[in-house]
């Protein structure tokens, strides 16, 4: 099965600091998801990358995928406090019949 | 239209009590999933069913029975509730080339 490995387990900033979420796999990634739960609410999509290299933006987050296709990053730009939650990335396996998530990073952005 | 609808959003109930969970997409995957998020937040796949059939069928007590009348529903039933069962479960569906969906959760809680 593929590991997914997110650091940090949980992160506190302050509002309007920059700050990023690490996802390393153990297997090449054929595919990497970022998520974000809120409390009582479901998983909402963010961003799908899969070429390595790649890097997509929305609003004030980016996220990259490395060339080896073996680490992700997800970037927040001057932090708000709407931004928190749990963070999660995901990846099918390379026959696609299965995904797996990683650990989940927990942000709390301080007013 | 919600594209994963799961059913109830909550649970409670008391041990010993057999339960069921409903999902349905409107999607047209052809992929259904069921996963648990402990209390790390950490999503572990349970089941998944491709076209009706099983595909997938991690470490799971075997109190706990999918059952997929077709392609668009995939249900989760749970005999003799245990306290270690509380916990939010997340329905999923996807398509082959395209992203994943997730329904909003179901909050068990086992009393």
């Known amino acids: 099965s593929q590991e997914l490995e997110q650091s940090p387990q949980s992160l506190i900033v302050q509002e309007g600091k920059n700050l990023t979420i690490n996802c390393t796999s153990s297997?090449?990634?054929?595919?990497l998801y970022w998520y974000k739960q809120k409390y009582g609410e479901g998983l909402i999509f963010l961003m799908m990358?899969?070429?390595?290299?790649e890097e997509k933006s929305h609003e004030k987050i980016t996220a990259k995928l490395d060339e080896k296709k073996q680490q992700s990053s997800l970037h927040i730009t001057a932090s708000q406090p709407s931004h928190a939650g749990i963070y999660l990335c995901?990846?099918?396996?390379?026959?696609?019949?299965?995904?797996?998530f990683g650990t989940g990073t927990s942000l709390t952005v301080i007013p | 239209d919600t594209a994963v609808s799961q059913t109830p959003k909550y649970l409670v109930t008391q041990m010993g009590n057999d339960k069921s969970i409903k999902c349905e997409q409107n999607?047209?995957?052809?992929?259904m999933y069921w996963y648990k998020q402990d209390s790390k937040k950490f999503l572990k796949i349970m089941f998944s069913?491709?076209?009706?059939?099983?595909?997938i069928n991690e470490t799971v007590p075997n109190r706990f029975s999918p059952k997929s009348p077709d392609k668009a529903h995939l249900n989760l039933h749970i005999n003799s509730l245990e306290l270690g069962d509380s916990a939010v479960y997340f329905c999923?569906?996807?398509?082959?080339?395209?992203?994943?969906?997730f329904g909003s959760g179901t909050r068990l809680t086992v009393v």
């Open positions: 999923a569906s996807s398509q082959r080339g395209s992203g994943y969906t």
């Open positions: 297997k090449t990634l054929y595919g």
């Open positions: 990358l899969q070429k390595g290299g």
């Open positions: 995901g990846a099918p396996s390379n026959t696609g019949n299965q995904f797996y």
């Open positions: 999607l047209g995957h052809d992929t």
């Open positions: 069913y491709n076209n009706k059939e099983l595909i």
